[in-house]
């Protein structure tokens, strides 16, 4: 079964927590809020874990954003109704963990929706897993998420596809050959999405000139970049968070630096365009998510949130959106709000139709679905040609 090794290191690990943190899982989850599978209303609470405050509180609010505009519409049909709990992990592993024992220890949360990083997903994630609690990651992207065990989802499209999509797309633009690489060595997300990069720049051929690193909260990137401007790249790839990777694109735009940036997952912002300026421009990602999409399900969604936050949503709205579709459909075709019930249901998910596209789980609770490669222009996010 896919887990158990995974379940039993997990648990190993976790033991002295799990002691204070171990529930049930196995049945009567929300029994008293969930109405039975005969056309009555299934009613649920879903805890969601977020990174609400701190440097990346950009994340946080277009995921809280992009989850209440669902519930809303959900609750409005009459067939699901959703009560959404919001804890607040603060991009931390341990705030993360605390957070989501909370909401595991409730009987009455049947799913969780997040954290947002990865690397506060590994410590979630086996917790979620080892308690029988569906969580669906709505921003974690590294390699190995959905691995971890038979409770855990996400709907976020993988490194592993996104960054050999948006490499081939400017390898092939450009004719590069020569690439320098830049990471954070501190954080599992930006780590994951480097050893992506490198493997798939190897695939391809090309030479990697030279690997740079650095850690979050860093403000001056001089040196690394003093060393890739003497190397003369013909891309710069790069696995960041937006704060770091904007204030990168800023300075080495500033150092003369004009070679094309390819970026991670973290990448994927508009807090990039607003705090780098004009020296986004020319930034690469792939993603699911294109809100100048000619779908009347896209432009409905972006209508409405721009509406109730004054903004155009972006990917992490988006994901966040779907995922609770996602999770609504399961409730419903699971008749209760059983967590069990719901983990099988949500295993089936086959070609769901959302905002982000044709989406389906694999085998392991990992994306199936096509990425889009975007490139900055004129500080917007464009289809990348």
């Known amino acids: 079964m896919k887990g158990l090794f995974k379940k039993l290191v997990g648990f190993t690990a976790l033991s002295s927590l799990l002691v204070l943190s171990a529930c049930g899982g196995t049945g009567e989850q929300a029994g008293s809020d969930s109405e039975g599978g005969n056309g009555e209303v299934v009613k649920a609470d879903v805890g969601v874990v977020s990174f609400i405050t701190g440097s990346g509180a950009a994340y946080g609010e277009a995921i809280t954003g992009g989850l209440k505009l669902a519930q809303e ?7 699901v109704e ?31 929706i997040g954290p947002t990083l990865s690397t506060e997903m590994n410590v979630v994630g086996p917790e979620a897993d080892l308690s029988g609690v569906p969580i669906i990651g ?32 400017a390898v092939e633009k450009y004719d590069a050959k020569k690439v320098a690489l830049m990471y954070g060595n501190d954080d599992v997300f930006t780590k994951s999405g480097f050893d992506t990069m490198k493997k798939t720049a190897e695939e391809m051929g090309l030479e990697i000139l030279t ?50 940036f390819v970026g991670g997952n973290g990448f994927n912002s508009p807090e990039v365009i607003k705090i780098a300026g004009d020296s986004s421009n020319g930034l690469i990602v792939a993603t699911p998510w294109y809100g100048e999409k000619d779908d009347p399900k896209v432009q409905e969604f972006v209508k409405k949130f721009e509406d109730e936050h004054g903004k155009t949503p972006d990917q992490f709205a988006a994901q966040a959106y779907d995922a609770l579709y996602i999770l609504a459909n399961a409730l419903k075709n699971a008749g209760e709000a059983d967590r069990d019930k719901v983990r099988a249901a949500l295993a089936e998910t086959k070609d769901f139709e959302g905002i982000l596209g044709n989406f389906s789980f694999d085998e392991e609770g990992d994306v199936l679905m096509d990425p889009t490669v975007l490139v900055i222009e004129d500080g917007a996010f464009k289809v990348f040609e």
């Open 138 to 169: 709505t921003s974690t992207t590294a390699e190995g998420i959905p691995q971890i065990g038979d409770y855990v989802f996400r709907n976020s499209i993988p490194e592993a596809l996104a960054i050999p999509a948006s490499m081939e797309k």
């Open 73 to 79: 519409e959900i609750n409005a049909k009459g067939e």
């Open 211 to 260: 690997i740079e690193t650095f850690q979050k909260g860093q403000s001056d990137y001089n040196a690394q970049l003093t060393k890739i401007k003497n190397y003369n790249p013909d891309l710069i790839l790069a696995s960041a968070l937006y704060n770091e990777g904007a204030v990168i694109m800023d300075q080495a735009r500033k150092m003369g630096i004009d070679v094309p």
């Open 82 to 112: 959703i009560n959404l709990i919001f804890e607040d992990s603060a991009g931390k592993q341990d705030q993360a963990l605390t957070a989501a024992q909370k909401l595991i220890n409730s009987d009455n949360v049947t799913a969780i």
